[in-house]
């Protein structure tokens, strides 16, 4: 078993979409980004290629690289799973952490810990999504972005 860690953040502004865990959140300000800027999962994607001495999420899905202009974050952690895969690797667990003061995520947790489970080939119940605010400290408490924090195991196939 390995693990590893990912951090990602994005800058929040208007008319953008929001979009964690694959789920889109209504919301009155989205993130900004070259792909669909999910922070979430840009977090496990970084943990899970940590674990595996894999580099990180910009070497592999550069950003300005026309072939991810508007990318579903999700269809880029289908190909690290293979990534995985083709080095005898499979995910074992998720933990992650969405720091953000609005909108409140409650309701959408269970809907994205489906989704990255789904891709991941995991249960959901190998996956974790929490949600927390800053207490409006910092870049996130004054709703100027987002923050995504995760951890990941892989195991041998």
């Given at each position: 078993m390995r693990v590893g860690i990912g951090y990602d953040?994005?800058?929040?502004?208007?008319e953008h979409k929001l979009v964690l865990g694959g789920v889109e959140v209504p919301s009155e300000q989205g993130l900004i980004g070259w792909s669909?800027?999910?922070?979430?999962?840009?977090a496990v994607i970084d943990a899970l290629l940590g674990a595996a001495a894999l580099g990180d999420i910009g070497s592999h899905f550069p950003p300005g690289d026309p072939q991810y202009k508007n990318i579903s974050s999700l269809?880029?952690?289908?190909?690290?799973?293979?990534?995985?895969?083709?080095r005898g690797?499979?995910?074992?667990?998720i933990d992650a952490?969405?720091?953000a003061e609005q909108?409140?995520?409650?309701?959408?947790?269970d809907s994205m810990r489906?989704?990255?489970?789904?891709?991941?080939?995991?249960?959901?119940?190998?996956v974790s999504v929490k949600?927390?605010?800053?207490?409006?400290?910092?870049?996130?408490?004054?709703?100027?972005?987002?923050?995504?924090?995760?951890?990941?195991?892989?195991?041998?196939?």
């Amino acid at each position: 078993m390995r693990v590893g860690i990912g951090y990602d953040v994005h800058r929040l502004a208007p008319e953008h979409k929001l979009v964690l865990g694959g789920v889109e959140v209504p919301s009155e300000q989205g993130l900004i980004g070259w792909s669909d800027a999910d922070v979430l999962v840009h977090a496990v994607i970084d943990a899970l290629l940590g674990a595996a001495a894999l580099g990180d999420i910009g070497s592999h899905f550069p950003p300005g690289d026309p072939q991810y202009k508007n990318i579903s974050s999700l269809v880029l952690l289908r190909r690290v799973v293979g990534m995985l895969g083709e080095r005898g690797w499979k995910a074992g667990n998720i933990d992650a952490v969405i720091v953000a003061e609005q909108p409140k995520l409650k309701d959408y947790i269970d809907s994205m810990r489906r989704n990255l489970g789904e891709v991941l080939g995991i249960d959901a119940a190998m996956v974790s999504v929490k949600a927390s605010t800053s207490e409006q400290l910092g870049f996130a408490g004054r709703e100027e972005g987002m923050v995504a924090w995760a951890v990941a195991t892989i195991t041998e196939e």
